[in-house]
């Protein structure tokens, strides 16, 4: 038996996995004892890993061979790499000449490895020349990059895992650690342990089992975020709370912020939250208290939001205004959802971003770009973000699309549009492990890749650790790397676009890749030049970790000085707004969504295991016992939940961890489990039948965690 050192493909808390295996054959899988992130521990998604991977191959879900769909209805045809990678080369190029670089455009996935992410961002931006390459990340965290930025200067959480040894109180707010970051939580009830005095609070509209074992719930009502956190400032600032020498040493802006929140006196911004006035000046009284060392968690609850960067930054400032950061126990603390949503940030793998966080606004940081990767230019326009690259390509705008490594057709909001928008494009390219994820039945090309326990790779953690991704067995069929497949396809578009001319990708290993990544962060807030693949593989190490540096940094600001021009921090000044689309008596629930422990986005890889759906066995929306009565319904019962945009059958279940006039209804259940149409009758699958596309105007990501419904029984 052989043993490999990987890390787990689920979750931002990135744990460190052991892979065991027999020739071609994944046997088992374990926690690694030496890994910073999980010292040994996994949980029920990551310890199952290895029957995932022999029930993909068992189960013929994995796609082994390129495929080519001749016409739209046709049957898909096998075809050899060099004919699929020709044939997209060919559509890419034509395009590209008779509309234009923009007429193109990539859709890509916080799963991919940064060498992947790389590769994807060189070959739009460098190569072809536009910043339409998007990623499912913008559904999971750039409201908190647009957060970080608008108040810190910098997309770099400040925290780290350890920080929990240290914290007297924890603010969990709009994330269940509990289900969906199930090993942290572990470290969670460590500390507590070791510390029964160490205070936790959490905000979230659902008691769930992260609010049930809360010293303080606060059950606000869903998208009043920034009113509870303005209504805690104002206590603060009335209780001598607020660490003045700190915010006179190292910020700005906070007079205009101190004016703010005089209107959010805590009665007012408790009756907006809905919560108690004594639990709102409770929670600012924990947080603020002098000698205190508060970290705050946070994670989709703020970011899904149509006024995500608000809330991030709200949150933000109550860490500015106490001194609440840069120091052990206590800060501002992101949890990324996926795995490696880090790695794509700091590669600029985002429509709105460049490399190692530079400025696509900036002329000078577009000239340095593009003097590393030696071309005359990175376009300066920003691409277009999920939503409305979406949008373009329904609209014609946008005539070629790639998709890797996710599933649009079920995780996107309004999947009327996605949906004609896979319909109406000239050519649709996916790059995908699994044959089962519903966007491959739009697919004009279907291109296999390998997934984890095959790939090579690095990721990068909730905390900035960068683990290596390793492969334990060899590509099953003629699977590629998806690294190793965009540099075919973009040597030979570099054929046609710019023959006779050297190569930009002329990399034969993913560690010649991650090579010049860490090159381009020279200098950069999140150098990683002293980081060679033979430095990750004997310890996952925290950015920056610079050249020469024996030591990743594991808190960031210890010294005050933030990524700024003037090297001080900015409070955030935005008013309290309600969701994009509050509910009223046509559709008077407020319906909310995320994930269960047991199971990770849309199935494709968990759903292959039975025992996986023991947790939770069957899709339903789970509402108040009282509504329940009140609508005389009982569980059970099926329902047509129905939003402006769709409907949804589905049981019933009652739930007293849902308050009165909302409800609850899991994002994985797929096309197997959630029937539904759109308003205009095309047929979806899964809860974003009814979700609602209306996005965060900074961050342009949008509110999965609120959409208006009414359900009446079927
Ligand atoms: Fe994997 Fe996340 Fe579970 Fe760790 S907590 S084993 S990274 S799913």
């Given at each position: 038996m052989a043993e490999t050192r990987s890390t787990c493909p689920y979750c931002g808390v990135g744990c460190g996995v052991i892979i065991e295996s027999q020739g071609a054959r994944i046997t088992g899988v374990r926690g690694d004892p030496d890994h910073p992130a999980n010292f040994g521990r996994l949980c029920t998604k990551g310890s199952t890993l290895h029957h995932t991977a022999t029930a993909a191959i068992s189960l013929q879900s994995r796609l082994l061979h390129p495929s080519h769909r001749p016409s739209r209805g046709a049957a898909p045809r096998p075809v050899s790499w060099d004919t699929a990678l020709e044939l997209a080369a060919g559509h890419f190029a034509r395009v590209v000449r008779d509309h234009g670089p923009d007429a193109v455009g990539f859709y890509i996935s916080g799963q991919l490895l940064t060498e992947d992410y790389y590769v994807f961002n060189k070959l739009a931006k460098g190569l072809i020349g536009t910043n339409n390459v998007d990623t499912n990340s913008r559904l999971c965290m750039?409201?908190?990059?647009?957060?970080?930025?608008?108040?810190?200067?910098?997309?770099?959480?400040?925290?780290?895992?350890?920080?929990?040894?240290?914290?007297?109180?924890?603010?969990?707010?709009?994330?269940?650690?509990?289900?969906?970051?199930?090993?942290?939580?572990?470290?969670?009830?460590?500390?507590r342990a070791a510390n029964p005095a160490m205070k936790i609070i959490v905000a979230d509209p659902r008691r769930t089992d992260t609010?049930?074992?809360?010293?303080?719930?606060?059950p606000i009502l869903p998208g009043t975020d920034v009113a509870l956190y303005h209504g805690m400032l104002h206590v603060m600032l009335?209780?001598?709370?607020?660490?003045?020498?700190?915010?006179?040493?190292?910020?700005?802006?906070?007079?205009?912020?101190?004016?703010?929140?005089?209107?959010?006196?805590?009665?007012?911004?408790?009756?907006?939250?809905?919560?108690?006035?004594?639990?709102?000046i409770q929670a600012a009284r924990w947080f603020g208290a002098p000698g205190s060392r508060t970290l705050s968690l946070y994670c989709q609850g703020l970011n899904q939001s149509s006024r995500g960067t608000a809330k991030n930054a709200a949150l933000i400032n109550l860490h500015l205004a106490t001194g609440q950061i840069g120091k052990p126990g206590a800060g501002p603390f992101s949890l990324t959802g996926q795995p490696n949503a880090m790695g794509g940030r700091e590669v600029g793998g985002m429509a709105n971003l460049l490399s190692a966080h530079r400025d696509l606004a900036n002329?000078?940081?577009?000239?340095?770009?593009?003097r590393l990767w030696g071309v005359d230019s990175v376009p300066a326009t920003p691409g277009k973000t999920a939503v409305d690259l979406f949008q373009a390509v329904a609209d014609g705008e946008v005539k070629v699309l790639w998709i890797s490594c996710t599933n649009p057709a079920q995780s996107m909001p309004d999947q009327n549009l996605v949906r004609r928008a896979l319909q109406r494009a000239e050519f649709v390219i996916v790059q995908e492990a699994f044959g089962t994820t519903i966007t491959c039945d739009y697919a004009d090309l279907l291109l296999p890749a390998t997934t984890w326990g095959e790939k090579d790779g690095t990721v990068t953690n909730s905390e900035r650790r960068?683990?290596?991704?390793?492969?334990?067995?060899?590509?099953?069929?003629?699977?590629?790397?998806?690294?190793?497949?965009?540099?075919?396809?973009?040597?030979r578009l570099e054929s046609r676009l710019r023959p006779g001319q050297p190569t930009l990708f002329p990399y034969d290993t993913p560690e010649q890749v991650w090579n010049e990544h860490r090159e381009s962060t020279r200098g950069r807030d999140l150098d990683i030049t002293g980081l060679t693949y033979a430095r990750i593989d004997a310890t996952p190490e925290q950015w920056p970790f610079p050249e020469?540096?024996?030591?990743?940094?594991?808190?960031?600001?210890?010294?005050?000085v933030f990524p700024t021009a003037d090297g001080r921090a900015k409070f955030h000044d935005a008013p309290y707004e309600p969701v994009a689309e509050p509910r009223d008596n046509r559709f008077p629930f407020s319906l909310n969504t995320g994930r269960l422990r047991d199971q990770w986005h849309g199935m494709s890889r968990t759903g292959t295991i039975g025992r996986l759906f023991g947790h939770v066995p069957e899709p339903s929306i789970e509402m108040n016992p009282a509504d329940l009565s009140r609508l005389q319904l009982a569980a059970g019962d099926l329902v047509h939940v129905t939003s402006r945009r769709g409907t949804l059958i589905v049981p019933v279940a009652a739930s007293e961890s849902v308050a009165l006039s909302q409800a609850f209804i899991a994002m994985h259940w797929g096309e197997e489990f959630l029937s539904g149409s759109t308003s205009n009758g095309v047929k979806v699958q899964g809860?974003?039948?009814?979700?609602?596309p209306a996005y965060c105007p900074t961050s342009k990501q949008p509110e999965l965690k609120h959409a208006a419904v009414k359900v009446l029984k079927a």
């Open positions: 750039s409201s908190a990059v647009a957060g970080y930025k608008a108040t810190l200067g910098a997309d770099a959480p400040p925290a780290c895992y350890d920080d929990l040894k240290d914290t007297t109180t924890l603010f969990i707010t709009g994330s269940n650690t509990a289900w969906a970051h199930p090993i942290l939580y572990r470290r969670i009830e460590d500390a609010a049930g074992a809360a010293d303080l719930h606060l009335a209780e001598g709370l607020v660490d003045e020498a700190y915010v006179a040493a190292h910020t700005n802006g906070f007079d205009a912020l101190r004016e703010r929140v005089r209107a959010y006196p805590p009665a007012e911004a408790a009756r907006l939250c809905g919560i108690a006035e004594a639990d709102l002329p000078e940081h577009r000239a340095e770009v593009a960068i683990s290596r991704v390793r492969p334990a067995v060899s590509s099953p069929g003629a699977a590629r790397h998806d690294w190793a497949t965009v540099c075919d396809f973009a040597r020469g540096a024996t030591t990743g940094r594991a808190r960031l600001y210890e010294d005050g809860v974003n039948a009814v979700t609602t």
